[in-house]
């Protein structure tokens, strides 16, 4: 599959031009007092639209805006109503000062973005790599999130990823170039209309010849200062009360051999290691696993988020980058649709 960074939200050199493009982006109008909304970041709440926009601490913000030093149409505003395009955002003319000196998360020593695998009105599909994080954390600073801002420039709205992938999980992740795009897709994705489709490794034979809709509650724990997520039977209680949060999944397979077996995974929930926990719960943990699994790794995980397919039909795919034995040559041409007919396994 050919690859393209894309030239009007990215730009190779913009990095080095980060502070100036930012400065020029953020010139204030109306002799130095505020901002234009533009169309990508209309729907947003003012606190969030700020943030964004001058990298400044919320409690200041928060601050300002209580105060009456940041008003919306020159009235006052609060800090949680939604802005339109065109409003425009009175900031108090020290500000800017402060816009210019804060290094909020500007790191030009980020690694490049992962390449695009294709572009579908205001989302941007890119290939995460196994071991980039979505988001930054505490143990990192490195992930997707921040690479899209440092490599943002002079745009009014940061692209954002519209879901989650797993750190150690490679493949397809959504970004969102306009807040109104971010919120569609988050409500598609809560009403369950974005299909996402997983190849994976597992060891073993695989003994299902049917579809199998795996129903489990998974839990997460911490054992050895890491964490970990334990699977229960639908009917398991602590307490009187079900166990962590229902995961459903559905699985079939491609490819089974006696050692190892390829399989069509559809998460119909998002939960963290869902497709790990799960298949190890089974007896058949992901190749290359040293998390879920109980013998020791060589090679990747052999987990790929390959093909994401959006409500109006629109596909993206792509192929993993797992070395032989386990190489995948061809996307399949079955696709989990349903859940009608499937065999179901819930202990």
Known sequence: MTVNQSPDLLDADCASRQNSAMNENLSPADNGSGFLV???????????LLERRLHLAPSLLHRWIRT???????????????????????IPPFAWKMVQQSTFERQPS????????GRHEQLV?????????????????????????QYAGASPFVPVPAHRLDKDTQGLILVATSHSALRSLQAQIRA??????????????WPWQRTLLLRHRLSKSWEAGYEKVRVFGLADREGGAAVGK??????????VGQNASLLLVRILTGRTHQIRAQMAHL??????????????VRGPLCLCAFRLTLPDGYVFATLPDWPEPFAVHEIPSQSLTSTQNTEICCE
Do not use: M
């Open 192 to 205: 369950g209309q974005l299909l996402k489709e997983y190849l994976c490794w597992v060891k073993g034979f």
């Open 246 to 255: 229902l995961a459903e999944t559905l699985v079939a397979p491609l490819k």
């Open 38 to 48: 533009t169309e990508a970041e209309a729907g947003q709440k003012l606190l969030q």
């Open 110 to 117: 980020l690694p490049p973005l992962p390449p695009e695998a």
């Open 125 to 149: 599909a890119y290939l995460k790599p196994a071991g980039l994080p979505t988001h930054p954390g505490s143990a990192h600073t490195d992930s997707l999130a921040a690479r899209l801002r």
């Open 283 to 296: 007896g058949h943990p992901l190749v290359g696993d040293a998390k879920y699994g109980s013998e020791p």
């Open 68 to 90: 009456g030093q940041i008003r919306c149409n020159a009235a006052r505003c609060k800090p949680f109503e939604r802005i339109a395009a065109g409003d425009f955002i009175r």
